[in-house]
């Protein structure tokens, strides 16, 4: 059996960044740069006072108590009209452009004012002072922004002050997901029977848009060959398709078969882990590029949980442009002893706090409860052990877990 290691790449192997698109700066927050970024100004444009107060020649000011003639006002936005000369001084604002001759701005709580003339009381003043220089953070020309970079609100920023209004970014991938099973009825409904309400559906649809896609619910679909066929197929008109249910060996497991049947082919069945043993994963090659990635995941809450994470949080990173580093890997001490059993490399969730990791009674992969009080997975290796109180492990941070 394959293990998630080995999956996992064959996954990514798959999985290419998808075609960039021009994009409204109002929508490229979250998304991959998809073009490298140059300057198309000096910033500042000007060389400008960085306080309220006079623009001065820095030589005029051999003592305290020098008085000065003002020339003019010069606020930000405004340009000033005449060159500082020995002897003078014009009222600036904060951003404003510095006037010829000076070259050094008093405050103006260092100065006094009376009439058209300002006295300052500094006794000596430095050329430069309070003042920066044209193009000190940008240059016209300069590169501001690489190809690859996520842009978060700090480069939307960037962007509208070199004048991107549209930036070619990689898009958010679309993601189909659609639950399995004749035993599955929609949350609002009281299960009879044999029945339990779908609690995959919006967990994995939630699990989308935690990863920066846009997630499809297509509901749920029937263990019949016919409703499979239509949902799946609908499910092909996406970048990745998430199924849960309908992969193991059960006589109504017939999601492999049909989406064989639907021209997806068979990457993978089964991988070497705890919970999640029994993931499928193929690729249906479409029309020109187009291919669509099919995750197959068990239908336990917990083994879908785990294989969304393990492999399908990576494969959608990749396709958004992004190192597929899923869930942030860390390493603590283990807060109580752990016994480790069976022949499968496990997931175990977890609570992290100040480093000390603590297994929580989890009842197994039906159990969602137990991973609600998670903030980890934790990571535990194949083979009967006893892992001590003390120990060192690694764990997966849940993403969106405020840890
Ligand atoms: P399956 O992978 O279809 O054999 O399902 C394995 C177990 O997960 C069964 O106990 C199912 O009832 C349960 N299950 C399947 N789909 C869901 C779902 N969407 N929500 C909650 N439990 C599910
Ligand atoms: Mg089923």
């Known amino acids: 059996m394959l293990s998630v290691d080995e999956a996992r790449q064959l996954v990514l192997d798959r999985a290419q960044p998808l075609p960039a698109v021009a994009t409204p700066l109002a929508d490229a927050q979250g998304r991959v740069l998809a073009e490298p970024i140059v300057s ?37 936005g405004a340009v000033p009209r005449r060159a500082v000369e ?11 452009p510095l006037p010829t001759g000076a070259d050094a701005v008093v405050m103006v709580e260092q100065t006094h004012a009376a009439a058209d003339h300002v006295r300052i009381l500094q006794s000596a003043v430095k ?27 700090i480069e939307i920023g960037l962007l509208a002050e070199v004048g991107r209004s549209t930036v070619a970014t990689i898009p958010r991938p679309r993601v189909a997901v659609l639950t399995t099973g004749n035993e599955l009825v929609a949350p609002p409904v009281l299960p009879g029977p044999g029945q339990i309400r779908n609690s995959n559906g919006p967990m994995l649809s939630a699990s989308v848009r935690s990863s920066d896609a846009e997630a499809a619910d297509l509901g749920i679909a029937r263990d019949d060959p016919t409703d499979l066929r239509r949902a799946i197929s609908a499910g092909l008109t996406h970048d990745v398709l998430v199924v849960s249910g309908g992969v193991s060996a059960g006589i109504l497991d017939l999601v492999p078969t049909i989406l064989q049947e639907l021209g997806v082919e068979q990457v993978f069945h089964k ?16 029309d020109s590029d187009r291919s669509t990635l099919v995750f197959g995941l068990p239908g336990n809450p917990v083994s879908a949980l785990v294989c969304f994470e393990l492999f399908v949080r990576p494969a959608i990173q990749k396709l958004r442009g992004l190192p597929p580093s899923g869930l942030r890997r860390i390493s603590g001490n ?9 022949e499968r490399p496990t997931y175990w969730p977890a609570a992290l706090s100040e480093n000390a990791v603590t297994p ?19 990571f535990f290796a194949a083979g009967d052990r006893l892992f001590r109180t003390g120990e060192q492990i690694e764990a997966l941070l849940f993403a969106d877990s405020a840890y």
């Not at 006072?49 to 020339?71: F, M, Q």
């Not at 039906?366 to 609600?372: E, F, K, M, S």
């Open 334 to 342: 283990l807060a109580r002893d752990h016994q480790q059993r069976g």
């Open 360 to 378: 929580l009674p989890w009842k197994g992969s039906g159990d969602l409860r137990t991973l609600a009080d998670a903030n980890c997975l934790a």
């Open 40 to 76: 198309d100004i000096d910033s500042p444009p000007h060389d400008k006072s960085i306080v309220d107060g006079y623009a001065v020649i820095s030589a005029d000011i051999i003592a305290s108590g020098i008085e000065l003639t003002v020339l003019e006002e010069v606020t930000a």
């Open 271 to 286: 991988v070497n882990l705890k919970p999640g043993k029994p993931i499928w994963f193929g690729v249906r090659r479409g």
């Open 127 to 153: 050329a430069g002072q309070n003042i920066v220089r044209r193009a000190t953070s940008l240059a016209q020309g300069q590169s501001v922004l690489q190809l690859g970079k996520l842009l978060r609100a």
């Open 86 to 96: 020995p002897g003078t001084a014009t009222r600036i604002m904060t951003g404003a």
